[in-house]
């Protein structure tokens, strides 16, 4: 089952009953938004009613559940801190999400685990759970994520890829985005170990982040390391070559500077 949940999203709407329980417990400097609040419960609250179910139904042990998100939340209205920006953008705050897995018996309770995968290895693994052999001529982009899972072993050394080749207009709230325009512009981005590396289409422009010593992405480093540009640069041509990533190449005839 696929299950996606409206919360958290705009408009912001909850209970009257949760909004005055978080309107009561106020917050801090970073969370600070009683209709946000009641959402993010009123998601928790149904995940409970699932797990409830599954353990109604005798599936518990026989089923695998994976909690996570398609991107960060929405700055200003809430905070990533200390990753940069938010929804929209190819910053830390805007991609990088948690992800819960559990599975009775398989998966280790408390364990963690911190190698990053992307949302396109879910496929492989529901596969590889369910002893299924990939359709032929199928191409697989993610892996199996169970060796990560069942704690037996790690996952092969790969690069892996956003692509956004458009527009995104700014919120109303001032998001550290690359300017104050857009949450992003079209452009693609690499993370290979701990380094990152943004590409935007418009300009050229390039910036590179070691995420390991710089979760922030505070400090560009490309002009410093011209060498690591250049090889992750090339390794995100080479993909978008290999997949076919269209890039825009023509301006807007309609689009006026004022």
Known sequence: MYL???SVHTPLQTTKK???????????ILQHNAKYAGMIESVDTNIGRLMDKLDELGLTDNTLVLFTSDNGGVWGITSQSPLRAGKGSYYEGGIRVPMIARWPGVIKPGRTCDTPVINIDFYPTFLDVAGVACPNGKLLDGVSLMPLLRGTGNLPQRPLFWHFPIYLEQYKYAANTRDPLFRTRPGSVIRFGDWKLHEYFEDGGLELYNLKDDIGETTDLAKSMPGKVKELHQMLIDWRTEVGAPIPTELNPKYKGN
């Open 4 to 6: 996606a949940f409206y």
């Open 18 to 28: 949760l909004d005055e329980k978080y309107t009561e417990k106020g917050g801090d």
